[in-house]
């Protein structure tokens, strides 16, 4: 684990999964992006439907405020909705006055890419694969006014316990997790939304990638209410719309929380298959990051470059890893599909790494 200052030339923080399922990718078989397959559900679309013969009027976010409010037991002057959980690392970026901001990697790459448009200048601590991409809060400058970290962190897939996230925060930092994958995880153990009493605590929620909404843009901030007014005073008039405030409302309520617990027990299982069936390939150098506990699997390949191009002959996309701080060219991040559709991609994983060159192998075998 190490500090490094961000300066200068390095990985392209504005690529993100997407990038390889747009154009001449559009056709292949998503894994590369971290959106729940088959949502949003038929009573989520006919929710957002409802809500189009109010488009004439202006949105009203009051009652999708007080509705997260209630889901998290918060008053509603600690919860600010934005547009989607990218919006939020704008207003943090752009709202607070912070001197040393400090991101934790590999991550989720928009909160260093908005503190760098910002004018900020940003130091990384790097965690490193030998110690399973863990945190030890020690290696977080004590100077770090503002510090971010994702759990369960986007790729790594790792869920940080809540007590080392805790030993981050202290008066005069703001402590910015990011939780938009908390909901794919059972029971949403080791999530901190909710929690009062942490000084200077700022959770992000996203409800785009369990509910299918990427391109609706839904997702919230809870915080200390003196930080959601410096946030709310960042945003536009109006910066979420009436048709995501309908998804916030459905997405928090009971029936829709119910369903996401059910949803996370099935990616879990899912996920398990996924890994064993990676692990069927460990002969052909293939290592998993784990434990995995989010809804995606960090992979570490010989070749990957070349790997990736053949799987996209072969007719699936992944997400390449080098642009993640910490990582470099031999890493991919894989979504956790369905079990027929890991099975396909296994078996095109095996025939892509048998045909790498050096590797001398036949495709290997693995779990149906």
Known sequence: MRTEHSGGAGPDLRHHGDAEVRDEGAGLVDLAVNVRAD????????????????????????AARAAVAERHGLPVERVLLTAGAAEAFVLLARALKVRRPVV?????????????????????????????????????????????????????????????????????????????????????RQTLAGRTDVPGLVVLRSLTKTWGLAGLRIG??????????????????WPVSTPALAAARACVAPRALAEAGHAAHRIAADRAHLVAGLGSLASLGVRVAEPAEG??????????????????????????????????????????????????????????????????????????
């Open 104 to 188: 934790v990697h590999p991550q989720f790459t928009e909160p260093e890419a908005a503190l760098r448009d910002a004018g900020h200048s940003v130091d990384r601590v790097l965690l490193r694969a030998e110690d399973g991409f863990r945190l030890d809060p020690a290696a977080v400058p004590e100077a770090a006014d503002l510090v971010v970290i994702g759990n369960p962190t986007n790729p790594t897939s790792v869920l940080h316990p809540a007590e080392a996230i805790l030993r981050l925060a202290r008066p005069g930092r703001t402590l910015v997790v990011d939780e938009a994958f908390m909901d794919a995880v059972p029971g949403e």
């Open 220 to 237: 919230y901030v809870l915080a200390p209410a003196e930080t959601v007014a410096e946030l709310e005073r960042a945003q536009p008039l």
């Open 295 to 368: 809804p995606f699997v960090l992979v570490r390949m010989p070749g990957a470059a070349g790997v990736r191009r053949r799987l996209r002959d072969l007719g699936y996309a992944v997400r390449r890893g080098d642009t993640f701080p910490g990582l470099g060219e031999e890493w991919v991040r894989i979504a956790v599909r369905d079990r027929a559709t890991a099975n396909g991609f296994l078996e095109a994983l095996s025939a892509a790494l048998a045909d790498a060159p050096g590797t001398g192998r036949e495709a290997a075998p693995h779990p149906g």
């Open 39 to 62: 949502t949003p559900p038929l009573w989520l679309r006919e929710e957002i439907a409802g809500s189009l013969s109010s488009l004439a009027a202006y949105p009203d976010g009051r």
